[in-house]
Nanobody, 127 residues
């Protein structure tokens, strides 16, 4: 059973930074494609970023590209989302997600591809 536990959320002023972490249990972590999604009140859960096995390939939503950086440490079974230049519209619950893939090149922005989810961590950006 794969479990994902997010941490690092909080409240910050616009222009500030936060780093989210997601610790993953499971022996085959390095074969999991990882993703971050977010959900604001009254809105659909939306894609934020995804990363492949090695961490060498990433893909971001246009709304966060250039401000957020997704990385992974396969030795520590942990992924990180560094969020800079935060805006009030980044306010949401952020979810870490994972799916097992047989392909080194696999990435996905589709939430239905992800079989494992964390409980979420709240990020609030004030103006």
């Amino acid at each position: 059973q794969v479990q994902l536990v997010e941490s690092g959320g909080g409240q910050v002023q616009a222009g500030g930074s936060l780093r989210l972490s997601c610790a993953v249990s499971g022996r085959t972590f390095r074969r999991y494609v990882m993703g971050w999604f977010r959900q604001a009140p009254g809105k659909e859960r939306e894609f934020v970023a995804t990363i492949n096995w090695s961490g060498g390939s990433t893909y971001y939503a246009l709304s966060v590209k250039g401000r957020f950086t997704f990385s992974r440490d396969n030795a520590e079974n942990t992924v990180y989302l560094q969020m800079n230049s935060l805006k009030p519209e980044d306010t949401a619950v952020y979810y870490c997600a994972a799916y097992y893939s047989g392909s080194y090149y696999s990435l996905s922005s589709k939430k239905n591809d992800y079989g494992y989810w964390g409980q979420g961590t709240q990020v609030t950006v004030s103006s």
